[in-house]
């Protein structure tokens, strides 16, 4: 790609390695940026290009957009980001980058990176490692709450936006693609959506949860610095993208995982940021966010396949373009919510097969998961990790723990969202509760009871590194020493193997709920 020619005399200068007084320089071209790798140094050239979501078109424009760019990434990657600076023609009429000179560009200059440590090729390679999904959904929720609080964007009028832009966009190149007919059902089906979510949109514009955001988190633009989730090339240049619903800009992450084949990993992420936010009332926009961050992959996908001049490409374009397409139609035909109990005395395995169970229950990207011990923690004040004392194990504290555990239930339910709810249910008034939660709703409920030997619970609160639950060797054998089995819920043995227990647990729930997505 080349730039434009008043940009050609500034290329061939940060092309230069003699500019930087290195050996060789690399070369990143996208469709609006040039970045030029040099040593240990990252500069970023706006091309003079204008579209109409973006304007780098006038020298003055780009360094706006440049100084933007320094102040919106610095938030949320300061080790990345470094400064702004000049390209001049110098007295000599040569170019040179800095110094003194009449400013003829600009550039940003960053950090490099290893580009090996970029998200998206982690997840290519299969290296992109599951633990970091946690602590990228905490960066992530940083970074939202840090964020301005913008309620003039977003709302129904923000995603009417993009559901016009997607569907002019496959109007115009998808028709190769897609077919129109397809197009139109999918269209149609968003504005559907459209309408039922309008008033959940338009309430959460004042209520803080539309605000300046990434606009493009996707796995390209997250890079693992220091051992940390590091988020970066957040969106500068146009207001409309940057400043939207924090659940919006999370399903960016979350489709683009799914679509990678990585639903653990989606499921991970959400549960994660639900976590720290807990913000259960988006969950029933989630399906549209989705739906419409994969219809705007199929539609640049299917502009990049018109673009290109040989067949080969042309049909790999299009085949994205037309996985992205039917994913984006799924997306907008979730399962009906259900709830799913899974209770056991400690050690019995209940947060594991819930973690594993997750991501194949409900809609997209599975089901959250609700931990008696994280709301106990939660109601207590304290971090998740802090050992509680028995003043924290009281009757009067456990019957607050499951009254708040069954209204987060039927919260996320009544968004229309599945559920795993992972409890001891020792005492049968828990499990009736439970089980009117789901009448009340009108859901189905799956529950079941995980069974084994007290030495194999013994054993694995033993080898436990550190976790959430309190609960020691002393706990188990209390448990079981006082425990009376009376339980009506499906018994599964946990004590057998992992693969085979969560088989059990998932055909469990498919028969009682009909809410499992094998392709998880």
Known sequence: MHGQPDQAEVIRLLADPSTYGTNAVEQIDTHASIVFLAGSRALKLKRAVKYDYLDYSTVERRRRFCDAELRVNARMAPVLYRRVLPVVRTRSGHLALDGEGTPVDWVVEMTRFDQQALFDRLAASGRLDLALMPPLAEE?????ASGAAREEFGGASGMTRVIDGNAAGLRKFGGECFGPAACDVLTAAARAALRTCTRLLERRRPSGYVRQCHGDLHLGNIVLVDGNPTLFDAIEFNDDIANVDVMYDLAFLLMD????????????????????????????????????????RAKTSATAASLRSTPESQRDLQATARAYLDLATRLLRPPAPAIVAIGGLSGSGKSTMARLLAPAVGAVPGAVVLRSDEI???????????????????PELSNRVYEALIADAAAVVGSGHSVIVDAVFARADDRRAVERAARGAGVPLAAVWLDAPERVLVDR??????????????????????????????????????????????AHVQTHTVALDRAA
């Open 461 to 506: 609160v033993q080898q436990r590194g550190p976790d959430v639950s309190d609960a020691d060797s002393n706990v188990v054998r209390m448990q079981c020493a006082q425990w009376a089995d009376d339980v009506q819920w499906t018994h599964v043995d946990a004590a057998a193997d992992q693969d085979t227990v969560l088989e059990r647990l998932r």
């Open 257 to 296: 995982l799914w679509h990678r084949g990585l639903p653990a990993h989606a499921n991970a992420v959400l549960n994660a940021y639900l976590g720290e936010t807990h913000d259960v009332e988006g969950l029933a926009a989630l399906p549209l966010f989705l739906s419409c961050r994969a219809t705007v």
């Open 140 to 144: 992530i929720a940083a970074v939202h």
């Open 376 to 394: 106990r923690k939660r109601l207590c004040g304290m971090p998740p990790l802090t050992r509680l004392g028995s003043g924290a194990y009281t």
